[in-house]
Structures are given as C-alpha cells and as structure tokens.
C-alpha cells in the first residue's frame, strides 16, 4: 500500500541542459537521472531547502522545480502526476531523441 498520497513527499527534478534528459536531485547534490537515487523532502520545509539545493546546483541543468511524489512499503517512489510519470519513464523523450539524431 502507498504512503503518504497527499503529495507532502517532494523530488527535486530539471532537465539537463546538455541533452534534455530528466534529471533528479539526489542527497548528495548531483544530479542523477536516476529517481530511485532522488532526495526525499518529507514536509513543506524540506521541500523549500531541496529546490534552494537544486537551483544552486543548476550549473548543468535548467528550471529545477519539486516534484510530488509517493513512497512505496519497500522504498520505491513514483511520482504523483501523470505528467511527472511520463517524464520519469523517459517514453516522449526517447522517440524526440531518436527523430533528432536520425535529421542531425
């Protein structure tokens, strides 16, 4: 079962500037493309202090903005939207990658 489904869990993501893929801030201050390797703000505070990391961390990346997201029992985290979900899997992002190398 889901813990915590009214969105208090926050990420922090961007996209990176060098090819657009998404990115996720982990703990210790990278970002990491991994979001089971992002940093969990547990409350509305935390959240604050997570996106000031992320924009001073934005040398590489562009727009860090929070991210909802759910805990699962064993750890694992989704995100909360539909938009956050497709950009977490990758799905749009990997077909533009393509069409742009194939026309390069």
């Known amino acids: 079962m889901a813990k915590n489904l009214s969105g208090d869990l926050q990420v922090a993501s961007a996209n990176r500037l060098s090819d657009g893929v998404v ?9 990491t493309t991994r979001l089971d390797r992002a940093a969990i703000a547990r409350d509305g505070r ?11 961390e ?4 562009i727009d860090p903005f929070l991210v ?10 989704e ?3 539909l938009r ?3 950009r977490a899997s990758g799905l749009t992002f990997d077909a533009i990658a393509a069409d742009a190398v194939r026309y390069a």
């Open 58 to 61: 934005a040398f590489s990346v």
């Open 46 to 56: 935390a959240g604050e202090i997570l996106l000031q990391r992320g924009r001073t």
């Open 84 to 86: 956050e979900k497709i």
């Open 79 to 81: 995100p909360l939207s």
């Open 23 to 31: 990115v996720w801030l982990d703990d210790a201050g990278e970002w």
């Open 68 to 77: 909802a997201v759910t805990e699962e029992e064993d750890g694992s985290i």
